[in-house]
């Protein structure tokens, strides 16, 4: 579906965000890409979704070569959520919004129709689909950005920080919306909570590549996470030093459902 070579990056006054990439993404695979604030996870979101091009390296969508001339084409490719939904959901109303991309793709009014509540359906949404964008809560918002790229149905989707700035209830309805959805996914994140239960391969960036493998393997590699500034969740730690105390032999769990699990096997 989408793939980086070597690609790197930088910012006008020489500054370097990014340093020989490699990445590729498969159809249906679901990809967290975590790092710290500044480790260049939503530049490498931008170039994989062609709003910004590589200084060195490819970048090829679909099979196709990204370059400036064909980015528009490349862009169709996929589905971007900006971390701030404001830069997003621009119209009258929440249904005019989500039908803005399908109209522009110039599918007739009934097909639009059908996107739309589709869309809306799917996020949860549908109740607000003749309110004002602007007058939402920032988890509604969201919801309204996801159900604007749904309406497309790209075969990708881009998502930078979904999570970010969300209430507890908020965050926890957005997750289970891309739970349900079946496109393929990069979500650029630091919290490892939500890219456990909504990936299956973590790519840890900071500038560069410093891992790319599973979950389990990564919490196998604590000198990457000290070194990515990251924290696993506090039911990871917890059982982490459970297994210590026990001198016990048990993967640790990615899910609280799995701790659970390993606590009632022990008993």
Request: net charge neutral; hydrophobic share 45%.
């Amino acid at each position: 579906m989408i793939s980086l070579r070597g690609v790197s990056f930088e910012y006008p006054g020489r500054i370097r965000a990014l340093e020989n990439v490699d990445l590729q993404l498969k159809e249906g695979e679901r990809v967290a890409l975590v790092g710290p604030n500044g480790a260049g996870k939503s530049t490498l979101l931008h170039l994989m979704a062609a709003l910004d091009f590589a200084k060195e390296g490819e970048v090829w969508i679909a099979g196709k070569k990204v370059e400036r001339r064909g980015a528009a084409e490349a862009r169709k490719q996929v589905g971007f959520l900006f971390q701030d939904p404001d830069d997003q959901v621009f119209m009258p109303s929440v249904y005019e919004d989500v039908a803005f991309g399908p109209l522009n793709m110039g599918l007739p009014e009934e097909e639009v129709r059908a996107r739309v509540d589709r869309a809306l359906e799917a996020v949860g949404a549908a109740h607000l689909a003749k309110r004002v964008p602007q007058n939402l809560s920032l988890g509604e918002k969201k919801r309204v950005a996801m159900a604007g790229l749904l309406s497309m149905s790209p075969p990708v989707l881009l998502l930078d920080e979904p999570t970010a700035n969300l209430d507890p209830q908020g965050r926890r309805a957005l997750v289970n919306v891309l739970m349900g959805l079946k496109q393929s996914m990069v979500i650029a994140t630091h919290d490892l909570t939500v890219a456990f239960e909504l990936a299956d391969r973590a790519i840890v960036l900071k500038g560069r590549v410093l891992f790319d493998g599973t979950f389990r393997e990564l919490m196998r590699r604590p000198e990457v996470l000290k070194e990515a500034n990251l924290e696993l969740p506090s039911f990871s730690r917890l059982m982490m030093m459970y297994k210590q105390h026990l001198n016990a032999d048990f993967e640790p769990p990615l899910t609280v459902e799995e701790a659970l699990e390993i606590l009632k096997a022990r008993r």
